[in-house]
């Protein structure tokens, strides 16, 4: 299976910088099929970004997702309070499904 | 809207079995698979697997085959997932989520359920 490598496993930030988030993949996601998901305490999952770089219904355009192959980056331009919370990439392209360990966003 | 609601928390014995169901509504439950992802406490998000609601057809990932049941019911609208010979290890909230293929991104996803398996 794919196991996915998601870096910084922390980024402190303020409110109003730039966010970069890596997931590296072990080998290449087929098709480029990759989703990012945002995660606040106590709640589920809420996807942001499909396919690579597709933004779910609802999702402001501050949050970007590019790459392919085997590296993926999901970028927030600028931070809102709201955006302070946890990332997980998932890869959907071979079976089975896996997500990447997390990166916690966090304010500094 | 489309939603999924699970059911509630469960404490459980080790050695137990536990069955969680997640119930849909807002869209036609046969049109979409459902998902279920496992997230153990401080920890990240685990695949487990998905049901074809139309079909019944499943697919466990490896680690828990033998161990994982995954049904529903098409009249309530319902999927289902029972975790036998639970161990502390299986402690973790359970999530279930929706995807319109197998290989598709979640969306949505359920509120989750707590299962704690403690002696």
């Known amino acids: 299976e794919i196991v996915l490598t998601q870096s910084p496993g922390t980024l402190s930030l303020s409110p109003g910088e730039r966010a970069t988030l890596s997931c590296r993949a072990s080998q290449s996601v087929s098709l480029n099929y990759l989703a990012w998901y945002q995660q606040k305490p106590g709640q589920a999952p809420r996807l942001l970004i499909y396919d690579a770089s597709s933004r779910a219904t609802g999702i402001p355009d501050r949050f970007r997702g590019s790459g392919s192959g085997t590296d993926f980056t999901l970028t927030i331009s600028r931070l809102e309070p709201e955006d302070f919370a946890v990332y997980y990439c998932?890869?959907?392209?071979?079976?089975?499904?896996?997500f990447g360990q997390g990166t916690k966003v966090e304010i500094k | 809207q489309e939603q999924l609601m699970q059911s509630g928390a469960e404490v459980k014995k080790p050695g137990a079995s536990v069955k969680v169901s997640c119930k849909a509504s807002?869209?036609?439950?046969?049109?979409?698979?459902i998902h279920w992802v496992r997230q153990a406490p401080g920890q990240g998000l685990e695949n487990m697997g998905w049901i074809n609601p139309h079909s019944g057809d499943t697919k466990i990932v490896q680690r828990f085959q033998g161990r994982v049941i995954m049904t529903r019911d098409t009249s309530t609208s319902t999927a289902y997932m029972e975790l036998s010979r639970l161990t502390s290890d299986d402690t973790a909230v359970y999530y279930c989520g929706r995807s319109p293929i197998a290989a598709a991104e979640i969306d949505p996803w359920g509120q989750g359920t707590l299962v704690t398996v403690s002696s």
């Open positions: 998932h890869q959907y392209g071979n079976s089975p499904g896996t």
């Open positions: 807002g869209y036609t439950f046969t049109g979409y698979y």
